[in-house]
């Protein structure tokens, strides 16, 4: 099964290094992008949580039933890893990973996939952010 240590080493591997981690608790990370991104990243045995905070949701009506239908059709249509989801009043990405098996190349697909969607999708949930 994967280590704590397992983990840091692939967090100073992502994008040749260029990605900034740091342990801001025990088996709590957050890591930086060079684009931007603040990844949260909690080894959790027997899961590692991926996690980022995009944005707080809109006030209730019509404009955040909109925004929750794009979200879901982003889930099914965009989303390889992960899901868009609610937390408190916050939307957040999020991807679960087993230990068990887990290699770096697929911590790395998995991280990947998160910061892109973030990425491509924040102009599409642009309109839905509080002002």
Sequence with gaps: MVTREDVQSWLDRLDGGSVTAREV??????????????VVVHYAPPVLLLRVRVMEQPAAGERRGELFRQLLELNVRDLVHGSYGLEGDHIVLTDTLELENLDFNEFEASFDSVTLALASHMSALAPYRQR
């Design 25 to 38: 608790e025990p088996n709590l990370w957050i890591a930086n992008t060079p684009d931007g991104a603040e």
